[in-house]
């Protein structure tokens, strides 16, 4: 497996390549010290996983989430942290990450969560389950957003992002600049209450903006 470590601790990660060369598991891994960094490889190499921390200088884990959504890049990312805090958990989930572990991990459960989000399946530090369950047990349902008002343009938006058009696509098809593509996006992310395109495409699912 081709692995991406993004970490701005270089003991960090080259510890983890350590702990993997020295697994029975065959990994190619590259490694990267900065989020800036992890954005340029990303945009001209292929990987299976990549590592995330999420507390590094200048460009934090989420916001290399926030701007994987923005370039449509779709990536399998496990991260690795030391915050256990419920609102960091949740939010990198719905920023995309498929896996979330702490730093204090085994190599075992490293290796799983590596395979697992690989396949593009999701992995949660098994100590953080009960964090999970109480937050979903004890906070109060949301009411569902309601009435909320659409424009005509962001409604054309929203449609051909469910169909997977990308955002260069979008704006040929509408006559728009892609940065006018990229604002009307950010209000349907504000107006929603969702953070990524998956999830913009099941609401339009959802709410019948797109057949199946």
Same mark, same amino acid.
């Given at each position: ?7 701005? =601790?270089?003991?960090?990660?080259? +510890? ?10 065959? #990994?190619? /891994?590259?490694?990267? @010290? ?10 001209? @190499? ?16 989420? $916001? ?11 990536? $399998? ?36 969560? /590596? =395979?697992?989000? +690989?396949?593009?399946?999701? #992995?949660?530090?098994?100590?953080? @389950? $009960? /964090? ?8 109060? *349902?949301?009411?569902? /957003? *309601? ?18 058009? *990308? @955002? ?6 509408? #006559? ?8 009307? *996006? ?8 969702? =953070? ?10 959802? =709410?019948? #903006?797109?057949?199946?």
């Amino acid at each position: 497996m081709k692995l991406l470590i993004c970490d701005d =601790h270089s003991l960090v990660s080259e +510890g983890i390549e350590l702990m993997l060369q020295n697994s029975s598991e065959t #990994f190619e /891994i590259h490694i990267v @010290t900065s989020g800036k960094e992890a954005l340029q490889f990303l945009q001209s @190499t292929t990987i299976d996983v990549l590592i995330l921390d999420i507390s590094m200088p200048e460009m934090d884990g989420l $916001n290399v989430l926030d701007a994987l959504n923005d370039l449509e890049l779709s990536m $399998n990312v496990l991260m690795l942290t030391m915050h256990n805090q419920i609102e960091y958990i949740k939010n990198a989930m719905q920023k995309g990450a498929k896996g979330y572990i702490l730093k204090n991990t085994s190599k075992e459960m490293l290796i799983e969560a /590596i =395979h697992k989000v +690989g396949k593009g399946e999701t #992995f949660v530090d098994q100590r953080l @389950t $009960n /964090i999970l369950i109480n937050d979903l047990t004890n906070v109060p *349902k949301i009411e569902t /957003i *309601k009435n909320v008002k659409l424009t005509p343009r962001e409604i054309e938006v929203l449609k051909l992002v469910a169909q997977n058009k *990308k @955002t260069k696509e979008i704006a040929q098809l509408l #006559f728009v600049s892609v940065n006018t593509v990229q604002s009307h *996006k950010k209000n349907l992310y504000s107006k929603l209450n969702i =953070h990524s395109v998956s999830e913009l495409v099941n609401y339009a699912i959802k =709410h019948g #903006f797109v057949e199946l």
